[in-house]
């Protein structure tokens, strides 16, 4: 039987297509169902100019279109073309065919008219808010022809629904039976509303009042699932029409895509050794540094512990703690390495932007690095001496940055959310701070959120100086934590575990 995901974006090799977490998320489980051979389809948008790429002009900023890979253009085959209708139009959709060992990718591009050929021409990146719900009534509606056409409903035995922008769907086919929703977020962002008149034109469906996605497919389905533990008791908050129709699979990587091949190697086999550890970051570090200096000529490594911030750019991800340290300790004897971009509508992560650049240009121990992409996050995570991971307590869902670390023996110092409660074991194999909140509490309006913040800050800045102090004066005791992270992750992580989990759940092991 077939296995369906629909997502709004997928991370795959040599791609564009995605944004940030969910799209590397994707691609991870992706690869791993070819592995295990599934017959698994992931249904989704082809981004023909990708998120956006950061550069400077002088002192000024400039966001523009990515441009997409040729090498994944020619890895792509053609489908049969699909029509639809969207706003009273005929639209033409060609499906493209990613394929890897048993699991396929379709990604659908509009192809006119050319009102609707903007719409899958920027993952996340729309006009207006209209043009962003039309989207994923295009999706939800190319989706259901292809299946129809491609796989047959009668051949699925499950779809994932990968967060409510995709569950549209339910409006189109009966399948409350086989279908899943799977909340990635908490966060507002990923529970849209689409306006009444709009469900009525599209699908012939009457609603007196916007309807929240999220809720609609929680009413509809029968199973709810979550991506931590911690989010089976955040959710219900948000959400109390959830309560009972929960179920946790906490998120995992493809370790043959972010663990190095030599330490991948010597894991399998159970092989692993802490000198072995230390001569694999010895070889990633020479690549570390010649692309540091890359980034920024004037870059002096040398012996120094190298601490790295990487992730997208937005407030409940708190990118101001690692700012706010580097200018009251710009003495400290470390080199920091920021990489991420804010979303071009987000202000709060211009003013981050700014801030990290603007050290970056004042400091020789500053490296802000705005092109951030696969291929930086496999060098940065296996080559880095220490991964900060601060999200404010009840927002992150689950997170896989701070897993792509441990595995290569970077250990992590990290606030107490998301998935990092589930593998990190303070002073054993990384390091905690912070409130572990077992409330949502709103960070944009609640006063309560600036008063942790500052007290999290201060724990978070001793804490930072006391491992860097540990690394120069007690290096065995830093090492046998790297090496605690890098041997027992591995096997909590493994994105396979996580898919039999959701797939064979009477035998998740």
Sequence with gaps: MVIVSITPEIALDKSINYAGGLGVLEGDKFYAAGDMGLDYVVLTLYYRRGYTRISFR?????????????????????????????????????????EYKTARAVLFEAVCPEQARKLTDRVYIEDSEYEKN??????????????????????????????SYTSLILYLLNISNKARIIIHTPGPWGHPFFPSDLIEREFGVKTQNPVNMTLESIRRLKEVI?????????????????????????????????MDPRLYSAWRNNELSLELLKNTRRVSRRELESYLKSVKKDLVLGEKIVVAWARRLSRYKRPYFIARFIQENPDVDAVFVIAGKPHPKDPDGYKYLEWIRDLSLKLRNVVYIPSYDLETARLLVKSTDLWLFTPFSGWEACG??????????????????????????????????????????????????????????REFSSLLKHVIETYYHDPDKYWEIAFNACKATPGVVDIKKVLKEYYFPAHPT
């Design 58 to 98: 002088g002192d000024s900023l400039v966001l523009e279109p990515e441009e997409q890979n040729p090498e994944f253009i020619k890895s792509l085959k053609p489908g049969r073309e699909i029509t639809i209708y969207l706003n009273n139009n005929q639209v033409y959709i060609r499906p493209w065919i990613y």
């Design 134 to 163: 039309l989207k994923y009534v295009l999706l939800a509606k190319a989706s259901v022809e292809y299946i129809k056409s491609e796989i047959g409903l009668e051949n699925i035995s499950l779809i994932d629904l990968e967060e």
């Design 226 to 258: 979550v991506v931590s533990q911690k989010q089976r008791e955040i959710i219900p908050i948000i959400f109390p029409e959830a309560t009972g129709k929960i179920k946790a699979i906490t998120n995992g990587i493809y370790l043959e895509r972010w």
């Design 400 to 457: 896989t940055s701070y897993m792509k670390a441990m595995v290569n023996g970077v250990p992590v110092l990290s606030s107490r959310d998301g998935g990092v409660l589930e593998i990190i074991n303070h002073g054993v194999n990384g390091w905690l701070f912070g409130e572990n909140l077992r409330d949502f509490i709103n960070i944009y309006e609640d006063p309560r959120a600036s008063a942790i913040d500052e007290r999290e800050y």
